[in-house]
């Protein structure tokens, strides 16, 4: 296991499309985050899970995004109907729970068009 | 809520030279972590420097050093004897030290460019 693995690393779609990313985390990392980071701006939390259950939803994440995690290991994070204002990198990143000191390992992340 | 504060968008160091990167941050809590993060061009990001706000000693990772001050909501990131491999986007974050939910909240970065 090298790392976060995200897929794709770029997506461009036309506004009002339906886009999923996947993120697959380290291993044994229990917790799986996703961030949105826009051009010149630091990563904005939009979700987390611990295993399969999503824990905490930013506000940010409107009604068209939805994001699982199914098994407890891979996440989808999934945006319907595109618009122009979802352009953005989208990270993802893991982390052990029950460790105090758990560093958040990242993805090289998704970046995402909207046309 | 917890918010982080980089009032450098930019910043250039000569090759060798040493840098500071500013941060602040406003709070209630009085127990935390603050990192900085660096971020290359099309590359992941990872992480550079940790601070426990219940330690008193700054942090100090080979070339890379911390100037925590609690009290001003400071958190500086000094780097001593720059390399064209630290230009990067840097951020500094911070995070709640809890059991759960150990999200980080973003500064808005700072891009370091190096010369040679």
């Known amino acids: 296991d090298t790392g976060v693995s995200q897929d794709p690393r770029h997506k461009i779609t036309k506004r009002g499309q339906n886009v999923t990313f996947r993120c697959d985390p380290i291993?044994?990392?229990?917790?799986l985050y996703w961030y949105r980071q826009t051009l010149g701006q630091g990563p904005e939390f939009l979700t987390y899970f611990q295993n399969e259950a999503q824990l905490e939803k930013s506000r940010l994440l409107s009604d068209r995004f939805s994001a699982e995690r199914p098994k407890g290991s891979f996440s989808t994070l999934e945006i319907q109907r595109t618009e122009q204002g979802d352009s953005a990198m989208y990270l993802c990143a893991s982390s052990l729970a029950g460790a105090e000191n758990t560093e958040a390992f990242f993805g090289q992340g998704t970046r995402l068009t909207v046309v | 809520a917890q918010t982080v504060t980089q009032s450098q968008p930019e910043m250039s160091v000569q090759e060798a030279e040493t840098v500071t990167l500013s941060c602040t941050y406003d709070?209630?809590?009085?127990?935390?972590?603050l990192f900085w993060y660096k971020q290359p061009p099309s590359r992941q990001m990872i992480l550079v420097i940790r601070?426990?706000?219940?330690?008193?000693q700054n942090a100090t990772e080979n070339r890379f050093s911390v100037n925590f001050q609690k009290a001003a909501k400071s958190f500086s990131l000094k780097i001593s004897d720059s390399q064209l491999g630290d230009a990067a986007m840097y951020f500094c974050a911070y995070r709640r030290r809890r059991e759960y939910g150990n999200k980080l909240v973003f500064g808005a970065g700072t891009i370091l460019r190096v010369k040679s």
């Open positions: 291993s044994e990392h229990n917790r």
């Open positions: 709070t209630s809590e009085s127990d935390y972590y």
């Open positions: 601070q426990e706000a219940y330690k008193q």
